[in-house]
């Protein structure tokens, strides 16, 4: 079983404690999130919890936690861009994440802590060429501590789609996607790093972009030492390389603050649901209440022993 942990929210970033303490308790409770009151169990003991998967902007309140999770594999999903606070208005400034990256590298690997310049924008302040500059600058910067780059351009989500329009953002041309690609991937190639798109409908192959699998099988199967046995997660978009996992997020959570995010689109739900957060809840800026329904989550190991077996 793979964790998500999270695509909902930035877990590692606001809510480091909550996660700490249900992998200690070995077992969490998420919401559904077409259907409030049903409540799922998971399992978290380490023979059934392959692998954990954390995405944050900013996980260092993490750093000084992970010793908590040494019978865990985990890797982490970092997103460093440049904008200003007019698309990220509560991070901290770039400076301050890239030595987060380098640390957070340093003490794990950097096999296991990937880059994510995403979602790219362009405006008239964020131009093609600023996001040349800004992308070489980056990937001068963190090449040494990871080695892989994962790029997505933005994507007007219906559920937020009037708020985004709102701010000013706008989906990116084809042209303007091609030319792009092709810088960046020039750039990512000179610093030794690979580079793959997320979910993008349209084939990068030729600039020299991959398609990215975010949750990815191969890289859990060499962390792991070991074959793993998982499918694509139907969950995603059709694009979406990524393999099953069980997300612990809850949507209307983030505080980053970012103008483009799809995770908050109900600014009293996230307002309401941080001031419910209880770092000992089994659930996320929720509790367990009488009309829930609580079901117990199938929970195994992806693991390919036997494949394992007859290798060795």
Known sequence: MIISASRRTDIPSFFSDWIINRFREQYACVRNPMNFHQVSRIRLSPDVVDCIVFWSKNPAPMLKKLDALKDYMFYFQFTLNAYGQDLEAALPAPAVRIQTFRSLSERIGRDRVLWRYDPIIINSRYTIDWHIRTFRFLAGQLCPYTEKVTISFLDLYPTIARSQKGAGLRELSFSQKTV?????????????????????????????????????????????????????????????????????????????????????HNAAARRQNFSSYDPHSPLLCSRIMEADRITERKAASCRDMQLRLFEG
């Open 180 to 264: 792009l690609a092709k810088g960046l991937a020039q750039i990512a190639h000179s610093y030794g790093l690979k580079i793959a798109a997320c979910a993008e409908d349209i084939d990068l192959t030729s600039c020299g972009i991959a398609p990215a699998s975010c949750i990815d099988g191969r890289l859990i199967s060499k962390l792991l030492h070991c074959p793993i046995d998982a499918g694509k997660d139907k969950n995603q978009r059709r694009e979406c390389g990524c393999i099953q996992s069980i997300d612990l997020g809850l949507y209307n959570t983030c505080q980053n603050g970012c103008a483009y995010c799809y995770a908050n």
